[in-house]
């Protein structure tokens, strides 16, 4: 299976602020990644597919990039409805996997 | 307006079976392939399994944890996907969300889960 580690497992940050999450997989995945918001008691929502390329109706200060095994989603400037969790997501075989998650708050 | 609801959850004891719907409207249902998705309470996301469209003979694939205890079906003139859940555990409590994928192979890129269910809660307890 293929492992993604991804960190920090949570982070504090300010309104503005800019706002990095890693995500490394085991093996080479190439490309396929993507990265999903989740509100608490709600679904999973797309914003970032195949790395780097933005969901449709996804602001632009989320952004992501990398290749192979290391992976960065951005939040270019943190605002207070950014509150949730990201998980990162290989689709480069099966079993799909997620990664632990990254919770953001407001600090 | 794109909708996937799902049904079934509720209370089981432990070795018990449920069996999860995942009722879909607002897009090509038939074309879909469906995946299975859970979540422990305060937990991350676990893939489950998934069910390709008829083109790929409803190929079946889930994960070790799950694999000869669950079963993913499909009835494509209802719309509907089924996860039959057998022999269950306590550690399969969580909330179940059945989601699409938007094709069965995914070589070329440009394939994320991009419709979810609100989910279903399953609780395994005595």
């Known amino acids: 299976d293929i492992q993604m580690t991804q960190s920090p497992s949570s982070l504090s940050a300010s309104v503005g602020d800019r706002v990095t999450i890693t995500c490394q997989a085991s093996?080479?995945?190439?490309?396929?990644l993507n990265w999903y918001q989740q509100k608490p008691g709600k679904a999973p929502k797309p914003l970032i597919f195949?790395?780097?390329n933005l969901e449709t109706g996804v602001p632009s200060r989320f952004s992501g990039s990398g290749s192979g095994t290391d992976f960065t989603f951005t939040i270019r400037s943190l605002q207070p409805e950014d509150i949730a969790t990201y998980y990162c997501?290989?689709?480069?075989?099966?079993?799909?996997?997620f990664g632990g998650g990254t919770k953001v708050e407001i600090k | 307006e794109v909708q996937l609801v799902e049904s079934g959850g509720g209370l089981v004891q432990p070795g018990g079976s449920l069996k999860l719907s995942c009722a879909a409207s607002g897009f090509t249902f038939s074309g879909s392939p469906i995946h299975w998705v859970r979540q422990a309470s305060g937990k991350g996301l676990e893939w489950v399994g998934r069910?390709?469209?008829?083109?790929?003979?409803?190929?079946?694939a889930y994960a070790a944890s799950v694999k000869g205890r669950f079963t993913i079906s499909r009835d494509d003139s209802k719309n509907t996907a089924y996860l039959q859940m057998n022999s269950l555990k306590t550690e399969d409590t969580a909330v179940y969300y059945c989601?699409?994928?938007?094709?069965?192979?995914?070589?070329?890129?440009?394939?994320?889960?991009?419709?979810w269910g609100q989910g279903t809660l399953v609780t395994v307890s005595s």
């Open positions: 195949d790395a780097s």
């Open positions: 069910i390709k469209t008829k083109a790929s003979s409803y190929a079946t």
């Open positions: 997501q290989q689709y480069d075989d099966l079993p799909l996997t």
């Open positions: 093996q080479d995945i190439s490309n396929y």
């Open positions: 989601t699409r994928l938007q094709r069965d192979y995914c070589s070329g890129g440009n394939c994320f889960f991009d419709y």
